[in-house]
């Protein structure tokens, strides 16, 4: 058990059910209530890959950069599934500031500098082990080395959406954001970098 972990929850047990994508377990843990009973849980939970994100904005423009592509989950629930998202990608080893830089380019085509980290966050943490950093980075528009669109031999058809900053924030109280980092980042950048109607510089 690594340091610092609550010794209230035990792991009795983890079977694999599925190893496609991401792995799925079925994990039985025993845990003891605040009254001091023990109970026994059974809970199903994906092993994902940990994120980065990072959302682009140009303060002189009061613009941002996202991407919309189909997402199969929002799809059985009831959306059309095309969602206009922050650049975001696994880790697959690499330093989380890294993966954010290296998304932006492979999605968006921008090269950037410099990531500034916001939050660190679990996903879903009921069902998933994934955790995501998430990042801000300033994009400057003569910096862009290449169309974007992500890699197609990753299956990834990326389209690369720039707004400006105040409709972007509209789209997120009707509806056409509903992507929690982006909006999450988006609250950010409004808090602290870009305000709403120009009320920072």
């Known amino acids: 058990m690594p340091d610092g972990q609550d010794k209230s929850v035990r792991i009795v047990h983890e079977d694999l059910i599925a190893d496609d ?12 209530r605040r009254d001091g009973k023990r109970q026994t849980q059974t809970r199903e939970v994906y092993d994902c890959a940990s994120g980065a994100a990072v959302l682009l904005y140009n303060r ?13 989950g929002a799809r059985l629930n009831g959306h059309d599934g095309f969602l206009l998202e922050a650049v975001a990608g696994v880790l697959d080893g690499a ?21 500034e980290p916001v939050l660190e966050l679990f996903v879903s943490p009921g069902s998933t082990t994934e955790r995501m950093y998430l ?17 197609a031999e990753e299956g990834e058809d990326i ?9 972007a924030l509209a789209m997120i109280e009707t509806g056409g954001i509903l992507d ?12 602290t970098v870009l305000g709403r109607h120009g009320e920072r510089s």
Not at 95 to 115: L, M, N, S, W
Not at 180 to 191: A, D, N, P
């Open 159 to 167: 389209e690369v959406v720039e707004l400006d900053f105040d409709d």
């Open 135 to 151: 990042f801000v980075a300033e994009y400057d528009r003569a910096r862009r080395s290449s169309p974007g669109g992500g890699l």
């Open 60 to 72: 002189q423009h009061r613009s941002v950069v996202l991407t919309r592509q189909f997402r199969i």
């Open 21 to 32: 994508y991401y792995p799925l377990k079925k994990v039985t843990y025993e845990q003891r």
């Open 180 to 191: 929690i980092k982006t909006v999450l980042l988006l609250r950010h950048l409004e808090s």
């Open 95 to 115: 330093p989380p500031d890294q993966r954010a830089k290296d998304e932006a380019h492979e999605e968006t085509g921008y090269d950037i500098e410099h990531v």
